[in-house]
């Protein structure tokens, strides 16, 4: 006998229980907050809309399907099962933070504050969740299938992000490697030494978040992929040039039979994904690591 459906909602904490959590009760998190000019009202009435969201999509889940939920913090230690339906309730950055964790479940995204979140991946209401969970599991349902990056170390380490990965020191302070290109892609082969404040590789998804803000910053010097294509982006932040370190490689493009390659120079490297730091590879002096598109990728419904 098949098992039924598994619902698995994943969440955060909310800013204002994070608040209660720390000062001990509402009182003494409102002082806090009116001392620095804000009014908890605004925080309540946030984490008001989020447990509501969380309750809409928690009773429109059908009676004969399984439940589960999982918060963000706890990621790392939850078993996703091959037939779970994920509904992501939060922001966009939340579908990025869970997409590492799967390999083809599908995932809808509920966006618990419309109007505060872009949208891009969050593109749901939590009224819509009974239908979207239907049809997360229908044939024919169109879902868009979001590339992802991974970076694998030559000691077997591997790390999957659907936004970003960083390379770099940790503090982002100066790191030292060499850099280069195995296949077809920006670099010709040459390799440099450089000391700099990290690399970063990402996404058609990744285009919309951080990746975004260092490519206008260099005055859009190559074209963004896609969400859906097999094509990443890299750039090397503030790269120092010296007598042993170059600046000719600081952005390129990667199809998806290309790798960048980095080969740390310093005792200690990290390399993590979506802005979760505390979920990081370490390279230490001498290894490589390889960076380039995953063979997995993210379906998101709808």
Same mark, same amino acid.
């Given at each position: 006998m098949s098992l039924a459906p598994r619902v698995v909602i994943v969440h955060r904490t909310t800013e204002y229980e994070e608040l209660v959590a720390h000062h001990g009760t509402h009182g003494q998190a409102a002082f806090f907050l009116s001392s620095r000019g804000r009014d908890i009202e605004e925080v309540a009435e946030r984490h008001r809309r989020t447990r509501h969201a969380l309750s809409d999509v928690t009773s429109a889940i059908p009676l $004969? %399907? !399984?439940q589960s939920r999982v918060e963000r913090a706890d990621l790392d230690r939850f078993l996703f099962a091959p037939e779970d339906v994920v509904v992501v309730v939060g922001q966009d950055g939340l579908v990025a933070n869970v997409a590492k964790y799967l390999d083809g479940q599908p995932v809808v995204g509920i966006d618990s504050e419309p109007g505060r979140n872009p949208g891009v991946l969050v593109r749901h209401r939590? *009224?819509? @969740?009974g239908k979207l969970l239907r049809a997360a599991l229908a044939a024919g349902t169109r879902a868009? =299938?979001?590339t992802m990056v991974e970076a694998v170390a030559d000691d077997t380490q591997r790390l999957l992000a659907l936004n970003e990965i960083y390379l770099g020191a940790a503090g982002h302070q100066t790191a030292r490697y060499r850099l280069g290109v195995e296949g077809d892609g920006d #670099?010709?082969?040459a390799v440099e030494a450089q000391a700099s404040s990290g690399v970063l590789v990402g996404t058609g $998804?990744? @285009? $919309?978040? %951080?990746?975004r803000s260092v490519w206008e910053g260099r005055g859009a010097p190559l074209p963004l992929p896609g969400p859906t294509e097999d094509r990443l982006v890299w /750039?090397? !932040? =503030? *790269? %120092? &040039?010296? &007598?042993a370190t170059g600046t000719s490689q600081v952005a390129g493009r990667l199809s998806a039979a290309a790798r960048l390659t980095l080969t740390a120079e310093s005792e200690r490297l990290?390399? /993590?994904?979506? #802005?979760?730091e505390g979920d990081a590879l370490e390279l230490t002096w001498g290894q490589v690591v390889r960076v380039g598109v995953c063979g997995r990728r993210l379906r998101l419904v709808g």
């Open positions: $004969t %399907w !399984r939590p *009224a819509d @969740a868009d =299938e979001l #670099g010709g082969g $998804t990744g @285009a $919309t978040g %951080w990746i /750039f090397v !932040r =503030e *790269a %120092w &040039p010296s &007598p990290i390399v /993590f994904g979506d #802005g979760m």
